[in-house]
T-cell receptor, first 112, second 113 residues
Framework: QKEVEQNSGPLSVPEGAIASLNCTYS??????FFWYRQYSGKSPELIMS????GDKEDGRFTAQLNKASQYVSLLIRDSQPSDSATYLC????????????FGAGTRLFVKA | DGGITQSPKYLFRKEGQNVTLSCEQN?????MYWYRQDPGQGLRLIYY???????QKGDIAEGYSVSREKKESFPLTVTSAQKNPTAFYLC????????????FGPGTRLTVT
């Protein structure tokens, strides 16, 4: 059973701090990795995608991928109360057909 | 304005009734997906379609049916055979089937009593 594991949280950080969200995946065939932000009662919104080992930065967000360790992370710099949401990690790859597996999400709370 | 629309936002039904959830996209995406989200759980794939007139079962297809007669539309029917249909239903699309990012509609919250 292919899985994507995330700590459910909540992760609580003060405003202005760096929030670090982590994710591990079980399928070594996974090729693409995504982070989604989901506000309570809303649908997931894609915020980052990463396809190769290393770091990818977009504004206050940095995604990190380590395929050898099967580990993906998302760093949010200068965290704002508006970043408070659930962050879903997803891994996509081809094993008998392309499939994207979503983690259950980590709840982030940024304290003002 | 390109995007994915789902209707209705909230839906209430009595047990034993079939109900159809709408999903439309104008992004010209080939692939479309239906997920179900329950509290504290990840998204679970119900059905997906890579091309018009073709679709495949996902991990939890029992009690659901779909059609893909047009590229833009991928409606989901929740039948009375679905044992626990109350959930948040999310439709998504991607440019093509593959390891690509998916974009989600606003969701339909279905309550069956």
């Amino acid at each position: 059973q292919k899985e994507v594991e995330q700590n459910s949280g909540p992760l609580s950080v003060p405003e202005g701090a760096i929030a670090s969200l982590n994710c591990t995946y079980s399928d070594r065939g996974s090729q693409s990795f995504f982070w989604y932000r989901q506000y309570s009662g809303k649908s997931p919104e894609l915020i980052m995608s990463i396809y190769s080992n290393g770091d990818k930065e977009d504004g206050r967000f940095t995604a990190q991928l380590n395929k050898a360790s099967q580990y993906v992370s998302l760093l949010i710099r200068d965290s704002q109360p508006s970043d408070s949401a659930t962050y879903l990690c997803a891994a996509s790859g081809y094993t008998g057909g392309f499939k994207t597996i979503f983690g259950a999400g980590t709840r982030l709370f940024v304290k003002a | 304005d390109g995007g994915i629309t789902q209707s209705p936002k909230y839906l209430f039904r009595k047990e034993g009734q079939n109900v159809t959830l709408s999903c439309e996209q104008n992004l010209n995406h080939d692939a479309m997906y239906w997920y179900r989200q329950d509290p504290g759980q990840g998204l679970r794939l119900i059905y997906y379609s890579q091309i018009v007139n073709d679709f495949q079962k996902g991990d939890i297809a029992e009690g659901y049916s779909v059609s893909r007669e047009k590229k833009e539309s991928f409606p989901l029917t929740v039948t009375s055979a679905q044992k626990n249909p109350t959930a948040f239903y999310l439709c998504a699309s991607s440019p093509a089937q593959g390891a690509q990012e998916q974009y989600f509609g606003p969701g339909t919250r279905l309550t069956v009593t």
